[in-house]
Structures are given as C-alpha cells and as structure tokens.
C-alpha cells in the first residue's frame, strides 16, 4: 500500500503563509518542516505561483473579452506551461547524524519573512540567466550576470547578482569559485540581512561540500546570528556538525 503524502495540517499552514497569516516564531517553525519534506517544499512553491498565476489571470481577464470557455482553455494551458516550468528547489535535512550540505540552489525565487516568494529585479535578465544554466552553459549565464553587475547601481542589487552567480557555480559543483562570490556579496556594504543571511548559508554549504567543515561552521553560525528565516536550518546543520 503506498503511504499517503497529504498532511491536510501542513496545507493549511502553508496557505496561511501565503496568506501572510502567520507569525515570524510561526514562519520559522514552518519552514523547519518545509525543509525536511521534498513533498511538500515543491507543494508550497506551486501553490505560491498558481496564486500569482490566478491573480495575473484575473487582471488580463478584466481587460479583455473571453466567452467563458476560451477562459478556461487559457487558464489551463497557462497552469500547464507554469507548472512545467518550476525550478526544484531541493534542501534535504536528514538525521543529525548523516545531514548532507544542499543539493542545488534556486535561481529564480529566495525565501523572505515577509512573504512565500520574492522575484529579483529584472524578470527577463534571470530568465535567460536560468535557461542558459538549465542548458549547462555555464559561462553565458555568468556573462549575463557579470554585465548586470558592472551596471548595478546599489548595494543591494550587487549583492544579490554575486548570490545569483554562486549559485549558478555551486549547482554545477564549482565549489571554490562559488565561495569567491558568495564571499564579495558578504564583502559588500549591503544592509538587507536576508541577502548577508542567503550568502552566509550558501557560503556554509559551498564549504560542507568541500569538506571544509571549521569552515561550514563559522558561516553558519553566521546565518543563525541573524536570526532570520534560515535560523534554525543553520542551526540543525550546526548541531549535526559539531556531533560529527
């Protein structure tokens, strides 16, 4: 008998995250069962975007004239091509005893305690950023970004473009040179903690993978002290590590 997946509590909880219904102590107890559940971290990231497909869908509606049928046609192909399109994002907490560092890092999409989902400034720049990484052409994402950088005009804006370009490293197993960037957006003088947060747990995870453990650590560490949506992940990875 194949064991169910629905958690009917979890939903629930998730759509009052979207909602914007829970609490901060809420969110983070949350996203500690979110993180340890594939099933339902890929539940919560659908759900996000058909609501924001629903919303877009119902704006384009008000506008033009549909007969109730070309209505539905669109909305299904709409739901269809968005959900074939979703990026994985895999973050796998096992047991203390054998927690493994990140698999993959999302491109597109970063957490915030203010909501299930924030897009980066420009849409069109991180979708061809994400097509060229999805087709493993490395370099022309890196170029894209890189040109982004050299006409950046905050902080804020180089600190996410170095955290977009980690990624793109770390997810093609170029572990030391995602350091390099996760490092210079730490080195930046951006004041938005959840950017320093992201790079500090991608920089922790960069070292893990590297078996650089001292190294994982003190980065970690770093993400839990900023006390933000990360916080108690680091910390489960903080107490695996130091029992290892």
Do not use: C, H
Request: charged letters at 25%; hydrophobic letters at 40%; zero cysteines.
């Amino acid at each position: 008998m194949i064991e169910s997946n629905i958690r009917n509590d979890l939903e629930t909880k998730i759509d009052d995250y979207l909602d914007g219904k829970l609490s901060p102590k809420e969110i983070d107890e949350l996203w500690v069962e979110l993180i340890q559940d594939d099933y339902y971290l890929d539940y919560m990231k659908s759900v996000a975007n058909l609501k924001k497909l629903a919303e877009e869908e119902k704006d384009s509606f008000r506008t033009l004239q549909f007969t109730p049928t070309q209505k539905w046609m669109s909305a299904v192909a709409a739901v269809l091509l968005l959900v074939g399109s979703i990026v994985v994002f895999n973050l796998t907490v096992q047991s203390p005893d054998t927690v493994q560092p990140i698999s993959t890092i999302e491109l597109d999409y970063y957490r915030s305690a203010e909501g299930a989902a924030a897009e980066m400034e420009g849409p069109d720049m991180i979708r061809q950023v994400i097509t060229a990484a999805n087709q493993g052409n490395v370099e022309e994402a890196l170029r894209i970004v890189d040109a982004e950088i050299a006409i950046a005009t905050s902080d804020d804006q180089i600190s996410e473009l170095l955290i977009t370009a980690g990624s793109i490293l770390y997810n093609n197993g170029m572990y030391l040179d995602a350091i390099n960037r996760f490092e210079s957006a730490l080195q930046t003088n951006s004041n938005d903690q959840l950017l320093r947060e992201r790079a500090y747990w991608y920089l922790g995870n960069s070292y893990f993978q590297l078996n650089k453990i001292d190294e994982a650590k003190d980065a970690l560490e770093r993400a839990y002290e900023i006390n933000g949506a990360y916080s108690r992940v680091a910390q489960s990875y903080l107490k695996a590590l130091s029992t290892s």
